[in-house]
C-alpha cells in the first residue's frame, strides 16, 4: 500500500455551510504531492451573499465569482480529480459539510466520501499550544504560506497528513488512521424517497 489521499480545503462567502465559493486539492501519491487543482465556485443561489467577514478572511468577493462555475457545474470537476480518494481536511468537519450542504442546496447528489481530519491527526502527533494550520503546518517543517487561499491550505493540510505518516512510520493512511487512533469517517449522504405512482 502506499500513502495516497487527496487533501481539500474550501472557503466559504458567508456563514452557510452551502456558500462554497472557492476549493483547493492536492493529490498525494505515495507520500508525495503529485497535482494540484484550485478553482473559484460561483456560491448557490441562496447562499451567494459574501459576509464581510469571510471575504476579509479569504480576500474573494462576488465580482471574482460572476464567472466562476456554479457549485453544480464544478461538482463533476472535483471528484473527477479526487477520484476515490480518501479526502483529508483541517478540521474536516467543515469541510465535508460544505461538499454535503452545498449539494443539498442544488439537488445534487452528494459523493459518500471517506474522510480522516488532520487536526485530529496533529493532536495525536504534535505537542502545540494551538493546532491552527499555520502552526502546526509549521512544526511539519512546510515554509510559510498564505493562509485561507483554498489551494496553499489544502497543500499545507497535505504535508502535514505526509508528516503525520512518516513520524508514524506508516504508509497508508488507513494505518496512519489505526496508529494513531482516529476514525476514517465517511460523509453522511441522506436518500431521498421518491414516490412510486
Known amino acids: 500500500m502506499a500513502l495516497d489521499f487527496t487533501a481539500i480545503?474550501?472557503?466559504?462567502?458567508?456563514?452557510?455551510?452551502?456558500?462554497?465559493?472557492?476549493?483547493?486539492?492536492?493529490?498525494?501519491?505515495?507520500?508525495?504531492?503529485?497535482a494540484t487543482a484550485a478553482w473559484l465556485i460561483k456560491p448557490p443561489a441562496g447562499h451567494d451573499h459574501f459576509a464581510p467577514i469571510n471575504v476579509g478572511i479569504h480576500g474573494i468577493q462576488p465580482a471574482h465569482?460572476?464567472?466562476?462555475?456554479?457549485?453544480?457545474?464544478?461538482?463533476?470537476?472535483?471528484?473527477?480529480?479526487?477520484?476515490?480518494?480518501?479526502?483529508?481536511?483541517?478540521?474536516?468537519?467543515?469541510?465535508?459539510?460544505?461538499?454535503?450542504r452545498a449539494c443539498a442546496a442544488t439537488g445534487d447528489e452528494c459523493p459518500p466520501y471517506r474522510y480522516l481530519c488532520s487536526v485530529q491527526m496533529s493532536r495525536k502527533t504534535y505537542?502545540?499550544?494551538?493546532?491552527?494550520?499555520?502552526?502546526?503546518?509549521?512544526?511539519?517543517?512546510c515554509s510559510p504560506f498564505a493562509h485561507h487561499d483554498a489551494l496553499a491550505d489544502a497543500v499545507a493540510c497535505a504535508e502535514i497528513t505526509?508528516?503525520?505518516?512518516?513520524?508514524?512510520?506508516?504508509d497508508d493512511v488507513h494505518a496512519?488512521?489505526?496508529?494513531?487512533?482516529?476514525?476514517?469517517?465517511?460523509?453522511?449522504?441522506?436518500?431521498?424517497?421518491?414516490?412510486v405512482a
Do not use: K
Not at 162 to 170: K, L, N
Not at 176 to 195: D, F, K, N, W
Open 162 to 170: 505526509i508528516d503525520c505518516a512518516r513520524r508514524a512510520g506508516v
Open 127 to 141: 505537542a502545540l499550544a494551538s493546532y491552527r494550520l499555520p502552526l502546526v503546518a509549521a512544526e511539519a517543517g
Open 65 to 100: 465569482v460572476i464567472d466562476a462555475p456554479s457549485w453544480s457545474d464544478q461538482l463533476a470537476r472535483l471528484t473527477a480529480f479526487a477520484g476515490a480518494d480518501v479526502l483529508v481536511a483541517h478540521n474536516a468537519g467543515f469541510d465535508m459539510s460544505v461538499l454535503r
Open 9 to 34: 480545503d474550501f472557503e466559504t462567502a458567508n456563514s452557510s455551510g452551502a456558500s462554497a465559493c472557492a476549493v483547493g486539492l492536492a493529490r498525494v501519491r505515495g507520500g508525495r504531492v503529485v
Open 176 to 195: 496512519l488512521a489505526a496508529h494513531l487512533g482516529v476514525r476514517v469517517s465517511q460523509i453522511a449522504v441522506e436518500t431521498v424517497e421518491r414516490a
